[in-house]
């Protein structure tokens, strides 16, 4: 594995806390180029490249050092997939199902233990240590959103300062800047859906999680909205307020917990938001679609028809997907050990949409150059 070797390496100066990337180029591609078939072909597939605002603040050879151990801990998981010593095995989607026990997984029971800890041993920080422990929670999704925010990482009653390398690897792993990019990407389509209305959209966030890049997105708008997030992780729900005074968020935000799998749940708060007149006009699902699947016990086509039926006419509903051609995949589930992701192509996600009943010429594909997760925007008529 790759050594860490670096000399001089300091935390550069953070700027505006949780920014967002910057589009700079984007370019429409055939359907065929990504294996999608002509019955499904979406009304769009446009590649976009984002300027990372978390990258260039480290020096190159700094940000290669970092990419170089990512890429040498995720092959050392490849090669001990292959050889059979771990699996990216299916489980339950991972579900709080009791608010007074934390999320967490049995640390071994998910990835590759040996890469794990060849990758963490080589980093050597406590903190790094302390935020695995995170995982699965999207608490753990809000040190890389931005790797720079916070002084310290906090668990249980001890306290550890976060290291110049942890944050780094928070920079520059490809999973976090995927993360980043479609954070970015759902900002701006969510950016355009606001600023043709006349402001107060009905947004709902499902599976809200830190509520961050809603909240970005919402700011990045700077229109008021009507917020509500649905989560089942109430420790998420209880950052709404804070982050929405600290981002400066206009409008008014609500939360409720809700299992989002539930079919009744759903269909029972598509009812009770159409009788007070606040069906959403705009349906936002980043990180959730990979929690679905038959391995997961989760049809992804009933539950997207779920949110479906909750969305406006003329709405607009937004949901993000791994992909499954994505580079470094077992660095995330090996290395990472998170817990399993259901990756899909294009052309999945298409049949998933066409089998909720959805026109898959309705749809509009955003493909980040990182190539993680692909961004599908679908208009309701
Ligand atoms: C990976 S996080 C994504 C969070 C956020 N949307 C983002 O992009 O940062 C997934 C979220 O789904 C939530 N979740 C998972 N299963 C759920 C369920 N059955 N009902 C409600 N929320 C669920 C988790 O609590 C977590 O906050």
């Not at 991972?94 to 967490?104: C, F, R, S």
């Not at 998910?110 to 060849?118: E, M, Y």
């Not at 109430?234 to 400066?248: R, W, Y």
């Not at 909750?310 to 994505?326: A, E, Y």
Request: hydrophobic residues 45%.
């Amino acid at each position: 594995m790759a050594e860490w070797i670096i000399d001089g390496l300091s935390t550069p100066a953070p700027e505006v806390p949780f920014q967002l990337g910057t589009i700079v180029h984007s370019e429409q591609i055939e359907p065929a180029e990504v294996g999608v078939s002509a019955t499904l072909a979406p009304a769009s597939i446009v590649q976009v490249e984002v300027a990372d605002p978390y990258i260039d603040l480290w020096p190159n050879e700094h940000v290669l050092r970092g990419k170089a151990l990512e890429e040498s801990a995720a092959e050392i998981a490849e090669t001990r997939r292959l050889a059979g010593f771990w699996d990216r095995a299916p489980g339950g989607a991972y579900i709080d199902n009791d608010v007074n026990t934390p999320l967490t997984k049995a640390d071994d029971h998910w990835g590759d233990p040996v890469a794990s800890q060849a990758f963490f041993n080589n980093l050597g920080s406590p903190a790094a240590e302390a935020w695995k422990r995170l995982i699965p929670s999207a608490q753990a999704l809000l040190y890389l959103l931005d790797p720079l925010r916070f002084p310290s990482l906090t668990e249980d009653e001890c306290s550890y300062e976060i290291d110049a390398r942890t944050r780094l690897m928070w920079s520059v792993v490809s999973d976090a800047i995927g993360i980043r990019s479609r954070s970015t990407v759902m900002a701006s389509l969510c950016t355009n859906s606001l600023s043709n209305s006349s402001g107060g959209v009905k947004w709902l966030s499902v599976a809200c999680g830190t509520v961050l890049p809603a909240m970005q997105a919402l700011v990045a708008a700077g229109l008021p909205a009507d917020l509500m997030l649905i989560d089942w992780d109430e420790k998420s729900l209880a950052m709404a307020e804070e982050l929405a005074t600290e981002l400066g968020v206009q409008g008014t935000t609500t939360t409720q917990r809700i299992n989002i799998f539930d079919h009744a749940a759903m269909a029972e708060l598509s009812a009770t938001l159409l009788s007070q007149s606040r069906s959403p006009a705009l349906i936002e699902m980043m990180g959730i679609f990979e929690y679905t699947g038959e391995n997961l016990g989760v049809d992804p086509s009933t539950f997207l028809a779920s949110a479906w039926d909750l969305l406006q006419p003329g709405g607009t509903l937004i949901l993000g997907q791994m992909r499954s051609d994505r580079p470094l995949a077992d660095f995330a589930m090996g290395v990472i050990q998170w817990p399993y992701i259901h990756m899909r192509s294009i052309n999945e996600i298409l049949q998933i949409i066409a089998n909720a009943g959805i026109d898959t010429s309705t749809c509009r594909i955003y493909l980040p150059s990182d190539g993680i997760y692909a961004i599908v925007a679908i208009d309701k008529p």
